[in-house]
């Protein structure tokens, strides 16, 4: 082509026809620009679709945690939910007499005492997509704000795992570790302690008398609620995400 066109030239050229190659060159240069501007625009078209395949896969994978994060929720949900409600019903029975409940039962109680619930989400395409800039992709403020709202529960969540870790190390769970030598004496089947701790049956059920022992399980009960809270919004959050990466996919 370049070849053919150079011929022409160089014929308009020898042939003294300058207007006719002046229109010519004129010609060829707008030839040159409308191709230059295809090409321009088959480059546009080629980055929009990778940009727009990009997009897709994200959605994809956000989606994919998404589910996962839902699974990991229904279990903690559930344990948080067991453990809120067997606590409760252990502090109706410490509000009473508990001398006609068997030793077994309060131990069996006293298990779940200082169990917490846990979960962690699936989160690392996000966190990915945040990282390299890539979020700015799904161009919808819905979504981020529904992430930033999942983000807010979770960490209310995380907080009080941090809380409960405290409470066995420094706080109240701490002391009343200190005040008997060692929880598994009032637990069930839980672990080994000296045998010089053991305490006989009577002293056994004074300790589920005592203000702090009460306050110490309460203090427990009111942590695996709240926990309970935290993770039912979260679900609430990521559900609501579910939802609009759905919608995004079918668009």
Known sequence: MIKLFRRIRQKLLSENKFSKYLLYAIGEIILVVIGILIALQINNWNEDLNIENQREKLIAALHSDALTTDNRLDFGLQMASDINQKLSHFL???????????????????????????????????????????????????????????????????????ISGNMVYLGSVWEFRKKLGSTNLIMKN???YPKDFELNDTDFRAVFKEKETYATFESMQWLVRNQWEALNRAQMANKAIMETLTSMQNQ
Do not use: C
């Open 92 to 162: 109706k029975i410490l509000s009473r007499d508990n001398t006609t409940i068997s030793r077994d039962t309060l131990k069996i109680y006293s298990s779940y005492i200082f169990q917490v619930a846990n979960f962690k989400p699936a989160m690392s395409s996000y966190e990915t997509a945040v990282s390299t800039g890539n979020i700015a992709l799904l161009e919808n403020e819905t979504l981020l704000s529904q992430y930033i709202q999942f983000k807010d529960d979770y960490d209310w969540f995380k907080l009080h795992q941090d």
């Open 190 to 192: 839980m672990g080994v």
